[in-house]
């Protein structure tokens, strides 16, 4: 099952990973990420979309949206990830997520990929330094980065997948735009041509997370919406995302949020 990881992350880090580096399940944060692949490649999947990444790729991971990586076999990974929140960030700079949030691959021309290279040799050092006010330099090269990232990204970032990869995007793209209608695997297999057995297996393949476990944590993303934004009760929540008990439908949402949807609505309505 997907859950929150509410682990302490640093505002940088740098990791190699190579094949025996297996993320055991998808999880989400409640800060945003900004992932550079320094050497190497990586997939990744976030939310219903899937991304090859290779090096000089950056993937911009919303707070709260789940996701996980895969390193191929035979692959080496050297990455480098900066963690921030709004806050940390600044109000004035907010607008220049939501592009990112648009389009979460980010690939920069290469003959200005150094430019991004640079700031992140800047973070490292200071992170690694911590000179005075160390903190507040960290703030003022993430916005130069951003910044960097709007001018230099290459606009068209289309790419193609191949055609059981394509099959199991437009199955998620589907759950999250239908989480409140019928979502068996029956219904599903079928819809897609596959057997149930196959789709089940290519699904969890595909995206290392399994079929009834997307569903849920897609219906659970709703419903935490509709908690926080709407005056329905719970139980109509429930309903409302797809869940038929209201009671399956708490326990599922605390153990992927932690906390039972009650007590949710009362913190954040």
Same mark, same amino acid.
């Given at each position: 099952?997907a /859950?929150y $990881?509410?682990?302490?992350i640093?505002?940088?880090? %740098?990791?190699t990973?190579d094949s025996s580096?297996k993320?055991?399940?998808p999880?989400?944060?409640?800060k945003?990420?900004?992932? =550079?692949?320094?050497?190497?490649?990586t #997939?990744y999947?976030?939310? $219903?979309?899937?991304?090859?990444l $290779?090096?000089?790729?950056?993937?911009? /991971?919303?707070?709260?949206?789940?996701?996980k990586?895969?390193?191929g076999?035979k692959?080496?990974?050297?990455?480098?990830?900066?963690?921030?929140?709004d806050?940390?960030?600044?109000?004035d700079?907010?607008?220049?997520? &939501?592009?990112?949030?648009?389009?979460?691959?980010?690939?920069?021309?290469?003959?200005?990929? !150094?430019?991004?290279?640079e700031? !992140?040799?800047?973070?490292?050092?200071?992170?690694?330094? %911590?000179?005075n006010d160390?903190? &507040?330099? #960290?703030?003022?090269?993430?916005r130069?980065?951003?910044?960097?990232?709007?001018? !230099?990204?290459i606009?068209?970032n289309?790419? &193609?997948l191949s055609?059981?990869?394509?099959?199991? #995007?437009?199955c998620?793209?589907?759950?999250?735009?239908n989480?409140?209608?019928?979502l068996s695997?029956d219904?599903?297999?079928?819809k897609?041509?596959?057997?149930?057995?196959? =789709?089940s297996k290519?699904?969890?393949q595909?995206?290392?997370i399994?079929l009834?476990e997307?569903?849920?944590?897609?219906r659970?993303?709703?419903?935490?919406?509709?908690l926080?934004? $709407?005056n329905?009760? /719970?139980?109509? /929540?429930?309903s409302?995302?797809?869940?038929?008990d209201?009671n399956?439908?708490?326990?599922v949402?605390?153990?992927i949020?932690?906390?039972?949807?009650?007590?949710?609505?009362?913190?954040?309505?």
């Amino acid at each position: 099952m997907a /859950v929150y $990881s509410d682990e302490k992350i640093e505002f940088f880090n %740098r990791a190699t990973r190579d094949s025996s580096f297996k993320m055991p399940e998808p999880h989400f944060h409640s800060k945003h990420e900004l992932y =550079f692949v320094e050497k190497g490649k990586t #997939q990744y999947f976030v939310g $219903s979309e899937i991304y090859f990444l $290779s090096a000089g790729d950056m993937m911009f /991971v919303p707070l709260g949206e789940f996701h996980k990586t895969d390193i191929g076999e035979k692959d080496i990974t050297e990455r480098l990830l900066l963690v921030f929140d709004d806050d940390f960030l600044g109000t004035d700079y907010i607008e220049f997520l &939501e592009e990112l949030r648009k389009n979460k691959l980010i690939r920069i021309a290469p003959e200005k990929l !150094y430019k991004i290279k640079e700031i !992140y040799e800047k973070i490292e050092h200071e992170d690694k330094h %911590r000179g005075n006010d160390y903190f &507040e330099l #960290q703030k003022l090269y993430l916005r130069q980065l951003l910044i960097l990232i709007k001018r !230099y990204r290459i606009k068209e970032n289309s790419f &193609e997948l191949s055609e059981s990869y394509q099959l199991i #995007q437009n199955c998620a793209t589907y759950i999250c735009e239908n989480y409140h209608t019928d979502l068996s695997l029956d219904f599903l297999s079928h819809k897609y041509a596959l057997s149930r057995s196959h =789709f089940s297996k290519l699904f969890k393949q595909v995206t290392g997370i399994g079929l009834n476990e997307y569903i849920n944590i897609t219906r659970i993303s709703a419903a935490q919406n509709l908690l926080s934004k $709407s005056n329905l009760s /719970v139980t109509e /929540v429930a309903s409302a995302c797809g869940f038929n008990d209201s009671n399956y439908f708490a326990a599922v949402f605390k153990k992927i949020k932690g906390i039972t949807p009650k007590k949710y609505s009362l913190l954040n309505n």
